[in-house]
């Protein structure tokens, strides 16, 4: 007589954040199904609930409790749930007003080898994609224009839509950490200083994408410039070894701190130069000096600003994205006014505004001078306006000089 097939545990993985969170994210997802578990993204199904929170500003925190919420809501009585990730390093009190339960951090993501009764470790697990997020709301304020600014040519829009002509994305996550003292950011206490894949890990990865026939590849870390230095070498050195491959391919940078991007540009630039680099983005967060050692970060918007002009003279197809906050401490008229200056020279692809957030244990948050909420809307939408009307104008000036 037959025996009945025993039902397998339903697995629920969900995510807020960043890219590296949810590739992290889609790694604990691979990880579940290769130890036996159906894969579900139905609460209510699960016999497992594994969510990743976020707490990189005040409204992804907010966002993180309010899916907590939700959850408990909605899950069945005896499903085991666990809510993770960067809040519990980050504000574990604000997490424990939502949330009593077992926690951890990314750092310690072998504990679930024992939840999961695992057969196949986490630690011998890699994710190529990222999972969607959980809720869309309001965690990162921000606007994203892609593209922002065109460049001459009529062809340079053309290369903002190549996903479609290439095929999904394949991520690689390279690292983890980062060793930057920026005073208004809580990442680092959640992620901790650099740990780097090794080089020959990455390639094998990226051999086995392009074996798969993926031509799009991104490569993701909390900061990207700072690749390998925990293990004596450097962005320059995975590049160089990347861009030997064959094939018809390209590859996104993402999250260079511009200290790193200045300091290696001269080795970095022959790379830029192969054509295998499409994307390349890096925060310049404000236009003011002032604003910048104040902010801790080891670079002027001087040196910035020689290296994105010299990108967009001799790389126009590469695509470059920045970030800015405005409403830091302390932050004047004329210091906001040097950045909205810096976005409307240079040439970017892709501009991410955020309004300054005070953050738990922070220096920044705890500096005199607080911009009031009200002033930093204001700087918010100035900025916003700047790149919709810069963008209309580029886009205008290229049918007059290119019609169809």
Not at 56 to 72: F, G, H, P, Q, V
Not at 133 to 139: E, M, P
Request: aromatic letters at 10%; proline letters at 3%; charged letters at 30%.
């Amino acid at each position: 007589m037959c025996q009945p097939t025993r039902a397998r545990k339903k697995a629920c993985v969900l995510t807020l954040g960043c890219p590296e969170s949810r590739i992290d994210s889609a790694k604990v997802q691979v990880f579940l199904q290769k130890n036996s578990y159906a894969i579900t993204r139905k609460v209510k199904e699960a016999d497992l609930i594994l969510f990743r929170t976020c707490g990189l500003t005040k409204n992804s925190e907010d966002d993180s409790l309010e899916a907590i919420r939700k959850i408990k809501i909605t899950k069945k009585k005896d499903a085991m749930f666990i809510a993770w990730g960067c809040l519990s390093r980050i504000n574990p009190s604000a997490l424990r007003r939502e949330y009593t339960g077992f926690t951890f951090g990314e750092a310690d993501e072998t504990i679930l080898n024992e939840i999961a009764e695992a057969k196949k470790p986490i630690e011998k697990i890699d994710a190529n994609y990222l999972l969607p997020t959980f809720k869309r709301g309001t965690g990162f304020r921000k606007i994203i224009h892609f593209p922002t600014y065109a460049r001459t040519r009529t062809e340079r829009l053309s290369i903002c839509y190549e996903e479609k002509r290439y095929g999904s994305p394949f991520f690689i996550k390279v690292s983890t950490g980062c060793l930057g003292g920026c005073t208004f950011c809580v990442v680092k206490k959640s992620r901790g200083t650099i740990r780097s894949k090794s080089i020959d890990n990455v390639l094998t990865e990226f051999r086995r994408g392009l074996a798969g026939g993926y031509k799009d590849f991104r490569l993701l870390a909390t900061d990207l410039g700072a690749y390998g230095v925990d293990k004596g070498y450097r962005l320059v050195d995975l590049l160089n070894r990347m861009t030997e491959e064959e094939g018809d391919y390209f590859i996104s940078l993402r999250n260079v701190n511009p200290c790193w991007l200045i300091e290696m540009y001269k080795e970095i630039e022959p790379i830029l130069s192969s054509g295998k680099i499409r994307f390349l983005s890096s925060g310049f967060e404000s236009g003011s000096n002032r604003i910048l050692r104040l902010m801790g970060r080891r670079y002027t918007i001087e040196e910035y600003r020689r290296c994105i002009q010299d990108l967009n003279r001799k790389h126009p197809n590469i695509l470059l994205s920045t970030q800015v906050i405005v409403g830091f401490p302390t932050e004047q008229k004329q210091d906001f006014q040097q950045s909205e200056k810096i976005l409307k020279e240079l040439l970017f692809d892709e501009v991410e505004v955020y309004k300054y957030s005070p953050r738990h244990g922070t220096r920044a948050a705890k500096m005199n001078d607080q911009v009031p909420e009200y002033i930093k809307e204001y700087r918010f939408l100035r900025l916003l306006l700047a790149c919709v009307c810069a963008a209309h104008a580029v886009r205008t000036y290229q049918k007059i000089r290119h019609p169809k």
